[in-house]
């Protein structure tokens, strides 16, 4: 794998880096003729054309400009997401190249009138038509506070020691460039229980207009919440939070029966995206419950599903989150004894946890089939086999989703390193040096286009291959609840 080479424009930028990079370096002016389809960085001081953006600020652009002629910037989550973590001041958004140095206050509002957050004289020169390149601006100068304004040379030298603490990132990208393989695994992302939860939110807003309270997360992931609440979700924790009368929707995860009654003595409307196949082991539990059975619910204690779930019978349900607490559970009547799952677990130590409890209780009444969705071993089964053939899998999910965090557990299971990403902003590039094949899944809570994200973005480090892998296909699809489709 080749290193990316770092461009700086002018002696003053080239000699602030000099000394604080390993990576190649060289002294642009304002044009170049062999690196424009290489993977480059171009280091330096810019304008901003919006006073949100101060003096010694770093401008990351996402697509650069000039004149007819616009490329786009792939990587830039990439850098950007990790000179935050080095904590610098960033922003990300067009850069605009022009042919001459723009002081005029005027020009540069009808620069950002165009969408532009900053300015240079030199990127576009630079920058190839691979969205190869990366630009990283230091801010010297706003439209508040323009190069002709007294202390522009103290701005200048604050703009010119943030790239220099912007050095140690510079070096990681050029480490992290190169050419790669990337394995997909299918199936990956939304699940049909996750599809449903979402459309259900849609369907509510439209029917019933803003606000739609929910419940907790409708379903484990950021990106998905914070486009809901811009649609006029509201998210609250409790129902007591809800003003009477309004419209609550259930999340995908089951509530306990205690819920739904607090709903009911606040006159809430109700409509319920508790996803059918966690609907499905509350029945389970309130059927042995009725027999009078202990009922060990396999599963993690403070994840919203076993909550749920055991609000459905809590004088009769003992939580078990693994094997070694199987060895230990101890059950009033080992006679009137039975099981079920959580539906996000990793299979195998599921698996192996309801043998535990089969040996230890030979009356042990369970579901004719364990209770772990079908999306969950599918996704489970992809990332096992695409871990096989990788450097590095990358999962993407929110933190608090369990069925992200399996997958990642089941790659590492593999013996390959895997890491459980938001998206790609948040992917290190310290992790991708020397990383030659890279295996991508998502979480059932992921939106497909976060993956579609990462994939650009590892291919403004060099080029890519993308192969699918996985063979099964996914057809299922649940019903909506009345409350969203009758009219």
């Given at each position: 794998?080749?290193?990316?080479?770092?461009?700086?424009?002018?002696?003053?930028?080239?000699?602030?880096?000099?000394?604080?990079?390993?990576?190649?370096?060289?002294?642009?002016?304002?044009?170049?003729?062999?690196?424009?389809?290489?993977?480059?960085?171009?280091?330096?001081?810019?304008?901003?054309?919006?006073?949100?953006?101060?003096?010694?600020?770093?401008?990351?652009?996402?697509?650069?400009?000039?004149?007819?002629?616009?490329?786009?910037?792939?990587?830039?989550?990439?850098?950007?997401?990790?000179?935050?973590?080095?904590?610098?001041?960033?922003?990300?958004?067009?850069?605009?190249?022009?042919?001459?140095?723009?002081?005029?206050?005027?020009?540069?509002?009808?620069?950002?009138?165009?969408?532009?957050?900053?300015?240079?004289?030199?990127?576009a020169l630079i920058a190839g038509?691979?969205?190869?390149?990366?630009?990283?601006?230091?801010?010297?100068?706003?439209?508040?506070?323009?190069?002709?304004?007294?202390?522009?040379?103290?701005?200048?030298?604050?703009?010119?020691?943030?790239?220099?603490?912007?050095?140690?990132?510079?070096?990681?990208?050029?480490?992290?460039?190169?050419?790669?393989?990337?394995?997909?695994?299918?199936?990956?992302?939304?699940?049909?229980?996750?599809?449903?939860?979402?459309?259900?939110?849609?369907?509510?807003?439209?029917?019933?207009?803003?606000?739609?309270?929910?419940?907790?997360?409708?379903?484990?992931?950021?990106?998905?919440?914070?486009?809901?609440?811009?649609?006029?979700?509201?998210?609250?924790?409790?129902?007591?939070?809800?003003?009477?009368?309004?419209?609550?929707?259930?999340?995908a995860h089951g509530v306990a029966?205690?819920?739904?009654?607090?709903?009911?003595?606040?006159?809430?409307?109700?409509?319920?995206?508790?996803?059918?196949?966690?609907?499905?082991?509350?029945?389970?539990?309130?059927?042995?419950?009725?027999?009078?059975?202990?009922?060990?619910?396999?599963?993690?204690?403070?994840?919203?599903?076993?909550?749920?779930?055991?609000?459905?019978?809590?004088?009769?349900?003992?939580?078990?989150?693994?094997?070694?607490?199987?060895?230990?559970?101890?059950?009033?009547?080992?006679?009137?004894?039975?099981?079920?799952?959580?539906?996000?677990?990793?299979?195998?130590?599921?698996?192996?946890?309801?043998?535990?409890?089969?040996?230890?209780?030979?009356?042990?009444?369970?579901?004719?089939?364990d209770d772990i969705c079908y999306?969950?071993?599918?996704?489970?089964?992809?990332?096992?086999?695409?871990?096989?053939?990788?450097?590095?899998?990358?999962?993407?999910?929110?933190?608090?989703?369990?069925?992200?965090?399996?997958?990642?557990?089941?790659?590492?299971?593999?013996?390959?390193?895997?890491?459980?990403?938001?998206?790609?902003?948040?992917?290190?590039?310290?992790?991708?040096?020397?990383?030659?094949?890279?295996?991508?899944?998502?979480?059932?809570?992921?939106?497909?286009?976060?993956?579609?994200?990462?994939?650009?973005?590892?291919?403004?480090?060099?080029?890519?291959?993308?192969?699918?892998?996985?063979?099964?296909?996914?057809?299922?699809?649940?019903?909506?609840?009345?409350?969203?489709?009758?009219?």
């Amino acid at each position: 794998m080749t290193s990316g080479t770092v461009c700086t424009p002018l002696y003053v930028e080239w000699l602030t880096l000099r000394d604080k990079l390993t990576a190649p370096l060289i002294r642009t002016g304002r044009a170049t003729g062999t690196i424009r389809d290489d993977p480059v960085l171009v280091a330096g001081v810019g304008g901003a054309l919006t006073d949100r953006i101060a003096p010694g600020d770093l401008v990351v652009a996402t697509e650069i400009r000039r004149d007819d002629r616009t490329v786009p910037s792939h990587a830039a989550d990439l850098v950007a997401g990790e000179l935050r973590r080095a904590g610098l001041r960033v922003h990300t958004g067009p850069l605009v190249t022009t042919d001459h140095v723009v002081d005029s206050a005027d020009e540069r509002r009808a620069l950002a009138a165009s969408g532009a957050i900053a300015v240079d004289t030199e990127s576009a020169l630079i920058a190839g038509d691979e969205g190869r390149c990366i630009v990283v601006r230091a801010i010297v100068d706003n439209v508040e506070r323009p190069l002709a304004r007294a202390g522009m040379p103290l701005r200048g030298i604050k703009a010119l020691a943030s790239l220099r603490r912007a050095a140690p990132v510079l070096d990681a990208w050029a480490a992290a460039t190169g050419d790669r393989e990337l394995l997909l695994a299918a199936p990956r992302s939304f699940c049909a229980g996750v599809e449903r939860a979402i459309e259900i939110v849609e369907r509510a807003l439209e029917r019933f207009g803003s606000p739609v309270y929910v419940r907790r997360q409708i379903v484990h992931n950021l990106h998905v919440v914070r486009d809901l609440e811009q649609r006029g979700a509201v998210f609250v924790e409790e129902v007591d939070e809800i003003p009477e009368g309004s419209v609550v929707v259930l999340a995908a995860h089951g509530v306990a029966p205690a819920v739904r009654t607090q709903a009911a003595e606040r006159r809430l409307r109700v409509v319920d995206a508790t996803c059918p196949l966690v609907s499905k082991v509350h029945h389970e539990v309130r059927r042995y419950a009725v027999r009078d059975n202990t009922v060990l619910l396999i599963g993690h204690p403070d994840h919203e599903e076993v909550v749920g779930t055991t609000g459905e019978a809590p004088g009769n349900v003992i939580v078990v989150p693994g094997p070694a607490e199987a060895e230990t559970v101890q059950v009033p009547d080992p006679g009137r004894v039975a099981y079920a799952m959580q539906t996000t677990l990793a299979v195998e130590e599921a698996a192996e946890t309801a043998a535990v409890l089969r040996r230890r209780f030979p009356a042990l009444a369970g579901p004719r089939k364990d209770d772990i969705c079908y999306a969950t071993s599918n996704r489970q089964a992809a990332v096992r086999e695409i871990a096989r053939r990788s450097d590095l899998v990358i999962v993407i999910g929110s933190q608090n989703s369990s069925n992200s965090q399996r997958l990642a557990e089941v790659a590492e299971v593999e013996g390959t390193r895997a890491v459980l990403v938001e998206d790609a902003a948040e992917v290190r590039l310290d992790w991708l040096a020397g990383v030659a094949r890279i295996g991508i899944s998502a979480g059932a809570s992921a939106p497909p286009a976060l993956v579609d994200d990462l994939v650009r973005s590892l291919s403004g480090l060099g080029s890519v291959t993308v192969t699918e892998s996985g063979a099964v296909t996914e057809d299922v699809r649940f019903s909506l609840p009345k409350e969203v489709t009758q009219q």
